[in-house]
């Protein structure tokens, strides 16, 4: 089994370069009009030079797979604001489509916990299309909305899981088809399980974003029933089945990211997901990102009958 790695947003090896700057809104009311349109322009310039950074870091380390930012542009869906970023940082956004596209980078995106389409509220379901449409037209503008994915969570059940379902089937239907089509869910680590999150995959024609850390605190059916599933939800996407990796802050808090990834708690996973398939992509989740994945990298590739491809590659 081939297995790529990545990390997410910003590269802690990398002097101040996270591409997550931001203005509150309480700042932007403070400021006149052609100040505040200035600061937001600025921030997010600079938000766009640390994501290309970042990039050429993932190059030169040869990680083929990077979740950039969601809060690349301040304020963006903010209702009071809505300003045409794209008008001023349309260039810096094609220098960085040029960059992915050129190195074959693996990019996705993963919207807030409130991006999610089960509340009964309809504002809820609103601004979550409204933030999925943010983050496409980024994708857009960089020209590979049609090579990225957009990661979400199923939602959260409201004291009626199946009710919360109901819903979330038909207010996915506001959703434009093709952010659809760009769209993984992801099962989480209080509500909707592997299982749960697998049946909603396959109702929707989607593939899944299995998280194993989440699994293991809220566990479904076992590892090796998940992952025939799992993997065929990939089927057609031209992409290796993706998975989460973290583990555990400690038993106390075994919900929270440690800094690190363990090496014993992933293993298992890996053992098994190579009777699957022959290719898997890895997003880091861990608090030290860049620092974390080649660390389990440099690790994995010690582990015998394991060879180490490239900086971010192993076969196992």
């Not at 030079?49 to 990077?66: D, G, I, M, N």
């Not at 869906?77 to 980078?105: M, Q, S």
């Not at 909707?192 to 699994?215: I, K, N, S």
Request: glycine letters at 4%.
């Amino acid at each position: 089994m081939l297995v790529s790695f990545g990390f997410v947003s910003t590269a802690l090896e990398l002097h101040d370069s996270s591409p997550a700057k931001t203005m509150t809104y309480a700042t932007y009311s403070k400021r006149d009009s052609e100040l505040r349109l200035q600061q937001l322009i600025a921030i997010t310039k600079k938000n766009l030079e640390s994501t290309l950074r970042v990039l050429h870091y993932c190059v030169a380390h040869q990680l083929p797979l990077h979740r950039m930012s969601s809060s690349i542009v301040p304020l963006a869906t903010h209702p009071d604001v809505n300003w045409d970023y794209l008008k001023y940082t349309w260039r810096e956004f094609a220098e960085i489509g040029a960059l992915v596209k050129k190195y074959d980078l693996r990019t996705s995106m993963h919207p807030n916990q409130f991006t999610l389409f089960t509340s009964p509220r309809e504002e809820v379901t609103q601004n979550a299309v409204k933030d999925l449409m943010y983050h496409y037209d980024m994708l857009s503008a960089m020209g590979i909305a049609d090579s990225s994915y957009l990661n979400i969570h199923v939602g959260g059940a409201y004291g009626d899981k199946e009710d919360a379902l109901r819903r979330f089937y038909e207010n996915i239907k506001t959703l434009p088809v093709t952010i659809l089509k760009r769209m993984t869910l992801e099962n989480d680590d209080k509500t909707f399980h592997a299982e749960e999150t697998l049946d909603v995959c396959e109702q929707l024609g989607v593939p899944m974003m299995y998280d194993f850390h989440h699994d293991q605190a809220n566990p479904s059916i076992p590892l090796s029933e998940i992952m025939p599933r799992f993997v065929k939800t990939w089927e057609g996407t031209g992409r290796p089945p993706k998975v989460h990796l973290s583990s555990p802050k400690n038993e106390k808090q075994y919900r929270s990211h440690h800094d690190f990834v363990s090496l014993d708690y992933v293993l298992p996973f890996f053992k098994e997901a190579a009777k699957h398939t022959d290719t898997l992509d890895v997003m880091i989740e861990a608090k030290e990102k860049d620092r974390a994945a080649l660390r389990l990298i440099a690790k994995v590739e010690k582990v015998r009958g394991f060879k180490r491809l490239s900086g971010g590659t192993i076969l196992m």
